[in-house]
């Protein structure tokens, strides 16, 4: 074993030279929770400018949604000019988009109490044929730091073919992580690479997260050819049009290095944009908040119905996506329905550990029509151990209100099984469980299990 290794396992995780790592949460202590704002691309797409960004950011102030945990306004694709600058290379921003450029924009969203984000490619080009920042990092990096920048959503287009394995990738990406890390300002580094080669492997010491997958539609289900892959562990085209429960699908198994400061990006919420039903929205928005994806608002922000309003500040929702423990959920089992006629679907049992040895417990309905099923606690504590299974347990329901209005309305306590659950068709239902009584039960693998 080298000094150098045997230093290594001293530190634990811990890179053995500081002025050597990237921009990830043993660096910037960004993203220990995931995070959370708003971004250009789902709505507004290329059609962008400062006023649609600053219009956003006074959304923010007004409706007060920091106060629920979004901070970061972040800025698409489709910023640039056509070319960099001759002289320098550096990144200019369009200036008929941009007239007042974009360190007036950051300080403009700094002014709001705001953080500001911005978006490139590891490519020679972004997705929306801008000029990229592959062999750019370093004048890019600090350009954006220059600028203010407080979070990069860095991308994948035009890559050059440098993908196809894990290292090959890691190294595209990590010199855009060293280069940001190098600037010193902490910028959270929001990986886009669409789950190629396995950044939930690779990507932990490099990034704050990643994307998982193919670009989300707003749509509830479906196959589209344009998302070939059935999973994302072997995945050779992400593509797009990926319906919003394909995406929940695409997630279940990839919990398993995720954590504070290093998250799965089930890419940003659809939540607004018209394309699903109330139901449909909570589902999308309450599977993204345990599953533990950043929580990114893709709608118009400005111009928000009281049911959209209603979802994305469920603060009872968003705390399980801000529990300090980051353990994402898991799925517990998954089975057809049986339907007849209207098309089929599946019932789903999701549960994740909270701080507190309290649970979060959810069960999504993908089927077109209502089920009725018994939930017991052997099979949801599965993991957790015989005190946990026979504990009587307090169920809040999060998408009910109590009699003060606040979101988790108490179904009572229950012992054995959560009895005839009756879910409507492409509903989800999420409790948070706190035990009531019996011994204080301590998850599998702790130092002390009662
Ligand atoms: C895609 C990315 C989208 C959006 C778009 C911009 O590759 O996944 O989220 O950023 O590029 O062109």
Redesign the pocket.
Known sequence: MTRNSMLRLALGALPLLAGMEGAYAGSNGLAITPQMGWNT?NHFGCDISEDTIVSAAQAFVNYNLTQYGYEYILM???WQAPARDNATGAPVADPDKFPNGVKDLSDKIHAMGLKFGI?SSAGTY???GKFGSLDYEEIDAQTYADWGVDYL?Y???YNQGRAGTPLISYERYNNMSMALNATGRPILYSM?N?GEDGPWNFAVTIANSW?IS??IFDVYDGYDDRCPCTSMLDCKLAG?HCSMTRIIDFAAPLGQKAGPGKWNDL??LEVGNGGMSYDEYVTHFSMWSILKSPLILGNDVTDMTNDTLEIITNDAIIALNQDSSGSPAVRIWKKATNDTGSGTGDLSLWVGSLANSEYVIALMNTSPSSQEVSLSFKEIFGDQGSSAQTASWTLYDLWQKDSTGAWGLNTGTMQGSIPNVNIGAHQTKVWKAVQASGSTTKRRGSVVEL
């Open positions: 691309w698409d694709d489709c978006y972004t997705c929306g959503k991308d994948n287009c886009c669409w994307r193919g670009d797009f890419d940003m």
